[in-house]
């Protein structure tokens, strides 16, 4: 079994930086491959993020490329998301969630969710 927690969300401007965290227990959780997803209000589950069991691999969506850095420290059972020149567009709810072997950018394809923390981006 693994239990995440999201802390980081907050109310920011336009164009400034947030950093998620996603602290795991759980002693698979570095053989997890880990996601960041999120949900506006009336909107699906969007993938935002993945990274590979080492940190060695990851994946973006295009809507986020060169502005957001996913990260993991598996000695802290934590993975990060660096989200920076944040626009109106990404606010949402962020989830992390893992899973052994997922699709990466498919959200049922995860077994572990946290609560999600909400972001909000003003103009």
């Known amino acids: 079994q693994v239990q995440l927690v999201e802390s980081g969300g907050g109310l920011v401007q336009a164009g400034a930086s947030l950093r998620l965290s996603c602290a795991a227990s759980?002693?698979?959780?570095?053989?997890?491959?880990t996601g960041w997803f999120r949900q506006a209000p009336g909107k699906d589950r969007q993938f935002v993020a993945a990274?590979?069991?080492?940190?060695?691999?990851?994946y973006y969506a295009d809507s986020v490329k060169g502005r957001f850095t996913i990260s993991r420290d598996n000695a802290k059972k934590t993975v990060y998301l660096q989200m920076n020149s944040l626009k109106p567009e990404d606010t949402a709810v962020y989830y992390c969630?893992?899973?052994?072997?997922?699709?990466?950018?498919?959200?049922?394809?995860?077994?572990?969710w946290g609560q999600g923390t909400q972001v909000t981006v003003s103009s």
């Open positions: 969630a893992s899973a052994f072997a997922p699709t990466v950018v498919k959200s049922e394809s995860y077994d572990y």
């Open positions: 759980g002693r698979t959780f570095s053989t997890h491959v």
């Open positions: 990274i590979n069991r080492s940190g060695s691999v990851t």
